[in-house]
């Protein structure tokens, strides 16, 4: 499975302020140990940054890409600086992200064509988050469409369902594993698809975030996922991502012989109300 780093990002105390001091030490740290970690990716998550973007974000690819041998995924609304980091990006980029919002879906498709980079297409509108898979089906369909307009081949598109915390819409666990497996059936070659992993277990207690996230992780890739942004410093995980999905059969055994991962695949099957005391 694909791993994309997200530790490079704004909302880091310490990455926060290396960007705005430019003090590239931590920076290329963090690169490095994530690349040691067995990312595929780095996420180089920048926010809107309505200030200073493009001479922030062309810094930052530079100062990675100087440091490690591995493409980007660069994450930020502000698509002037989306621009300056794909000039400056050496090889194909991945962009995160465009959206089935019209304005951001044609603005950021078009700079996927232009600089032949992968693309990021978030299943969501203007209006929010779709409520089951279906709606999500409609976007990504819309997004696919839109990429050929721009030039941009199929091969070149992740689809992203969307996850939400468990704890707090336990039943749109299952839509958007149902969404990847939808994906996978809107085009041949089958689209790529990814999620951002931690978000299943946002809100939850620190003892239960890796057990969701790793049987949430194996349960998607049984539908179908190709990649995920994750902290590849998370040892377990990230040695799990890495074998997946070659040991699957394997991963999906242990779910069914331990009882708090059990638990985890019921909570997610919406078979076992979701609790924050679940593993006792």
Known sequence: MIIVGEKINVISKEIGAAMKARDPEPIVEMAKAQAAGGANYLDINIGPASKDGPQLMEWLVETVQSAVDLPLSLDTTNAEAMEAGLKVHKG????????????RMHTM?????????????????ATGIPRDANERMVIAYDIMMAAAEHGVPVENIFLDPL??????????????????????QLSDPPLKTIVGLSNISNGTPPETKPVLDRVYMIMLVEAGLDAAIMDPLEE???????????DLAETLTELQNRVSLSRAVKIFH??????HSFMD
């Open 109 to 125: 498709l078009a700079l996927a064509g232009k600089y032949n980079a992968n693309v990021i297409g978030l299943t969501m509108t």
């Open 92 to 103: 194909p980029a991945l962009i995160n992200s465009a959206s089935g919002a019209p304005d």
């Open 270 to 275: 919406n078979d076992m109300l979701y609790a």
């Open 163 to 184: 996850i939400l915390p468990v704890c707090v819409a336990q039943n749109q666990a299952m839509e958007a594993i149902e969404a990847i497996r939808m994906f996978k």
């Open 236 to 246: 377990e995980l990230a040695a799990v991502a890495r074998s997946l999905p070659q």
